[in-house]
């Protein structure tokens, strides 16, 4: 069983499109995240959420929302596509906030065309 | 913020090799965590080893060790006998034990292994 899973693993879609990414994590852990991983492999952390509630937002446009129904999920959806958006979006999840070791997900590849 | 710096952005090692991976780091906290994750292209990341600052003893994971030197804010990765599901980009990354849950990645070493 895959510890973390992303839908979908590849999305191509036209400029101001809106678009959804999905995160499910069947670990039992507490903290989920969403990092952005750019053409040049930099990896860098964007949301955090504890308990389904919001603990880090990064210097990330308001077009990007995050939605956490339940502990196990962690949704990305992100309005009116730039090209700047075109990147691998990660999904992690650890066993609570203060615990060191992140698992991630296999990765999104968004291309905005 | 802290900044992680991997300076090597290519590595290559003959399959059978030993290569070290460099990694540097800047923070004025005293207690934190250092890993090493690998992506292969497959683009999943998975950990490989990880480092309590707090432990002087390097950490070890089969095939992989660190050279964790605390002063010098220095933390290497060495993969022994180096096989071919080796290659693969490799991130440094760091985590406050104190101040949050965010990880502080480098810009990853890509690494080939040469059959």
């Known amino acids: 069983d895959t510890a973390v899973s992303q839908t979908p693993k590849y999305l191509v879609t036209q400029m101001g499109n809106d678009k959804s990414i999905k995160c499910e994590q069947n670990?039992?852990?507490?903290?989920m995240y969403w990092y952005k991983q750019d053409s040049k492999k930099f990896l860098k952390i964007m949301f955090s959420?504890?308990?389904?509630?919001?603990?880090i937002n990064e210097t990330v446009p308001n077009r990007f929302s995050p939605k956490s129904p339940d502990k196990a999920h962690l949704n990305l959806h992100i309005n009116s596509l730039e090209l700047g958006d075109s990147a691998v979006y990660f999904c992690?999840?650890?066993?609570?906030?203060?615990?060191?070791?992140?698992?991630f997900g296999p990765g999104t590849r968004l291309t905005v065309l | 913020a802290q900044t992680v710096t991997q300076s090597q952005p290519e590595m290559s090692v003959q399959e059978a090799e030993t290569v070290t991976l460099s990694c540097t780091y800047d923070?004025?906290?005293?207690?934190?965590?250092l890993f090493w994750y690998k992506q292969p292209p497959s683009r999943q990341m998975i950990l490989v080893i990880r480092?309590?600052?707090?432990?002087?003893q390097n950490a070890t994971e089969n095939r992989f060790s660190v050279n964790f030197q605390k002063a010098a804010k220095s933390f290497s990765l060495k993969i022994s006998d180096s096989q071919l599901g080796d290659a693969a980009m490799y991130f440094c990354?760091?985590?406050?034990?104190?101040?949050?849950?965010?990880?502080?990645f480098g810009t990853g070493t890509s690494l080939t292994v040469i059959p």
């Open positions: 992690a999840s650890s066993q609570g906030w203060n615990t060191d070791t992140q698992y």
């Open positions: 670990l039992g852990h507490d903290t």
């Open positions: 959420y504890n308990n389904k509630e919001l603990i």
């Open positions: 923070t004025s906290e005293s207690d934190y965590y």
């Open positions: 480092q309590e600052a707090y432990k002087q």
């Open positions: 990354a760091y985590r406050s034990a104190n101040t949050g849950n965010q990880f502080y």
